[in-house]
T-cell receptor, first 111, second 115 residues
Framework: QKEVEQNSGPLSVPEGAIASLNCTYSDRVSQSFFWYRQYSGKSPELIMSIYSNGDKEDGRFTAQLNKASQYVSLLIRDSQPSDSATYLCAGSSGSNYKLTFGKGTLLTVNP | EAGVAQSPRYKIIEKRQSVAFWCNPISGHATLYWYQQILGQGPKLLIQFQNNGVVDDSQLPKDRFSAERLKGVDSTLKIQPAKLEDSAVYLC?????????????FGPGTRLLVL
């Protein structure tokens, strides 16, 4: 099993819908989890981090972590065309809290 | 607050040539990272510095890649000689420290094309 796996998509949702992005991880990455957004040709920018079981909400974004199932997700409510980007899931591991990224999921929000 | 700076933004070289990238982290950030992002993949950590010491270079191809962070601020990443498969975006990131939940801030990246 890869350390961090994402459904590669692409994912297409209509404007105003809920976009659901999913990520699973192995035992090797189990400390903290991060969702980054990367617009085409740009560098990743942090959306949210989560390290406790349950939900964490920030505006239209909700991150969910289930350590028993080794599963982390990102929900985007009221999706906007400006949310169209690649979403990268990352987990940290080791004494240096090294980040391991998934391949990313391309999200397209259609007006 | 100024972000992470990188240069050059683009570089085209022929295989077997050498190339160097420069990174200036956010002021006061002790931890600096170099990532390689190949098209269609997530970033892969090449090397992580804490101040001017290396804390992780397990995925750095040391036969051709080298990096240094003199004085614990700026950093350079060098490839010599370059191979076709080195074509990628090289991202520098920095954080205040290393620890759970610490945010890494990425620079704009250097796009390298090896012909």
């Amino acid at each position: 099993q890869k350390e961090v796996e994402q459904n590669s998509g692409p994912l297409s949702v209509p404007e105003g819908a809920i976009a659901s992005l999913n990520c699973t991880y192995s035992d090797r990455v189990s400390q903290s989890f991060f969702w980054y957004r990367q617009y085409s040709g740009k560098s990743p920018e942090l959306i949210m981090s989560i390290y406790s079981n349950g939900d964490k909400e920030d505006g239209r974004f909700t991150a969910q972590l289930n350590k028993a199932s080794q599963y982390v997700s990102l929900l985007i409510r009221d999706s906007q065309p400006s949310d169209s980007a690649t979403y990268l899931c990352a987990g940290s591991s080791g004494s240096n809290y090294k980040l391991t990224f998934g391949k990313g999921t391309l999200l397209t929000v259609n007006p | 607050e100024a972000g992470v700076a990188q240069s050059p933004r683009y570089k085209i070289i022929e295989k077997r040539q050498s190339v160097a990238f420069w990174c200036n982290p956010i002021s006061g950030h002790a931890t600096l990272y170099w990532y390689q992002q190949i098209l269609g993949q997530g970033p892969k950590l090449l090397i992580q510095f804490q101040n001017n010491g290396v804390v992780d270079d397990s995925q750095l191809p040391k036969d051709r890649f080298s990096a240094e962070r003199l004085k614990g601020v700026d950093s350079t990443l060098k490839i010599q000689p370059a191979k076709l498969e080195d074509s990628a975006v090289y991202l520098c990131a920095s954080s205040k420290a290393q620890g759970p939940g610490v945010t890494q801030y990425f620079g704009p990246g250097t796009r390298l094309l090896v012909l």
